[in-house]
């Protein structure tokens, strides 16, 4: 598959269905990621979908940048970050090749993101690079014995058209995800 036909199949997976509703339940574990202290500071939201991390930490005073590989998804945050009075910075982008230069921001968060790119390692690569040194990179990752994972792996077994289910634990585990950097 070519990285072309690559985004558009991603893309078209994120749009299918009714993600929002989905991503309401996710929105606590982003609404954690805000109590970080990040007023004042520069954040990325990477994978930020309808934009729970990126409103969460606009709301605790940083000042927030957001992307998302899905058109559809970025149009939502959009909305909810205008009702809610926010200002965030939306943009179109994919986590395996961040469109902001190195060291651009004090914290870089990627809320159930990150974990599901075709190349984790090169996704936690970039999160790092946009990160300036001494910041933080904070991601969440649903562990192998979440219902999430489970879920998958009944979806998995009985449709060959998914893609195919991989092991979370590099980012579910902080000693994994620190050997994947």
Request: charged share 25%; with cysteine; proline share 6%.
């Amino acid at each position: 598959m070519s990285p072309d036909e690559r985004t558009e199949a991603l893309r078209q997976l994120w749009t299918e269905g009714d993600y929002a509703s989905i991503g309401e339940r996710f929105a606590p574990a982003a609404q954690r990621s805000s109590t970080m202290r990040l007023a004042g500071r520069r954040v990325l939201d990477a994978g930020t979908g309808t934009g729970n991390a990126a409103l969460a930490a606009a709301r605790a005073g940083a000042q927030v940048s957001a992307f998302d590989l899905t058109p559809a998804l970025l149009a939502q945050a959009r909305q909810r970050a205008k009702d809610a009075g926010v200002r965030v910075e939306f943009r179109e982008a994919d986590l395996l090749a961040i469109p902001w230069p190195d060291a651009s921001f004090d914290d870089v968060l990627s809320v159930f993101a990150a974990f599901l790119a075709d190349d984790p390692a090169r996704a936690l690569a970039e999160l790092v690079r946009v990160c300036r040194p001494g910041g933080r990179v904070a991601t969440t990752a649903w562990s192998e014995r979440s219902i999430f994972f489970r879920m998958m792996q009944v979806v998995n077994a009985h449709d060959a058209d998914v893609a195919p289910l991989r092991d979370p634990s590099p980012f579910a585990d902080r000693g994994q995800l620190t050997a994947l950097a």
